[in-house]
């Protein structure tokens, strides 16, 4: 998995691979800048990183726990400075009440939901206790709350209203480094995005984050050419039963020109931004 990762990552800086393009790889100090697509099947989860300080948001179902705190600590995580549940599913949340009992985990941001939109299900309950037991500081998302992250820095976008379909209750985040712009939707559908849209708020990213999978009630036109990403992430799970992602997303990206990156295809995607704001892509496969 690594090694063919950083092969790839040799490809992607314009070094034939070999031996010594290998090791000239394998020389090459951690970038202080990235973003993580980690592939924990159909489900979501992407960590970030920026100049020693760790974002996490979403860690997908409860079996992919290992999957994600051995990746952090692959990437010599100790601290999760923020952690985002953008929404109680359990594909989203599954994971994360075991990876805050294995992190320091300082603050964690969550869609304020009313009493009507409170789920009761058992893995939200066993986040809310992994929460409590932390010690963490829970942040409510509130639209227009920006917050520093090493030397980026991250806005909350949405949920801006309460909707009794909780994938419209997804935090949605725009984070930007340099000159580079990453945008998380977790599983906003089409009328969060249409809210987004009328909020006259900045979408333009490098990167996008596909809303639901890549499904087709997400994604919509005027949300992508609003966003205008050169890259589009579909975290989705080999061979899904949903079919994510769907066939007329993967046609729009298509047809908007936006390259379209999978986890079930790709595995784990990485972006990386030198201090030159220079974006390298590295895929752990070719798909």
């Known amino acids: 998995m690594l090694l063919g990762g950083l092969v790839l990552l040799g490809v992607v800086l314009g070094v034939v691979p070999g031996q010594e393009a290998l090791q000239g790889v394998l020389n090459q100090p951690k970038p202080a800048f990235s973003v993580h697509f980690i592939d924990v099947g159909q489900g979501d989860c992407e960590l970030i990183l920026d100049h020693g300080k760790a974002l996490l948001i979403d860690a997908g179902e409860a079996d992919e726990a290992y999957t994600v705190i051995s990746y952090l ?39 304020r939901l009313s009493q009507e939109n409170t789920p009761t299900t058992y893995y939200y309950e066993q986040l809310l206790t992994a929460v409590k037991n932390s010690g963490a500081r829970v942040i409510a998302a509130k639209p227009g709350a920006a917050y520093a992250l090493g030397e980026g820095k991250f806005t909350v976008l949405a949920p801006m209203k309460q909707d009794e379909e909780l994938n419209n209750m997804s935090v949605v985040l725009r984070l930007t480094y340099l000159e580079k712009g990453f945008l998380f939707t977790g599983d906003a559908e089409a009328p969060g995005e249409e809210q987004l849209l009328a909020s006259h708020a900045d979408l333009s990213c490098d990167v ?80």
């Open 208 to 287: 996008l984050k596909l809303g639901h999978h890549g499904s087709a009630t997400s994604n919509t036109e005027p949300f992508l050419t609003a966003a205008s990403p050169q890259y589009a992430v579909a975290e989705c799970g080999y061979q899904n039963s949903y079919g994510h992602p769907h066939r007329e997303t993967v046609a729009l990206c298509r047809a908007l020109g936006i390259e379209l990156l999978r986890t079930d295809k790709h595995g784990d995607v990485v972006f990386s931004v030198a201090e030159d704001g220079t974006m390298s892509l590295q895929k752990e496969k070719n798909g």
């Open 73 to 111: 600590r692959r990437q010599k995580v100790e601290t999760i400075d923020y952690l985002v549940a953008t929404h109680p599913h359990s594909d989203h949340i599954g994971a994360l009440p075991a990876v805050i009992r294995a992190f320091a985990v300082k603050n964690v941001i969550l869609p």
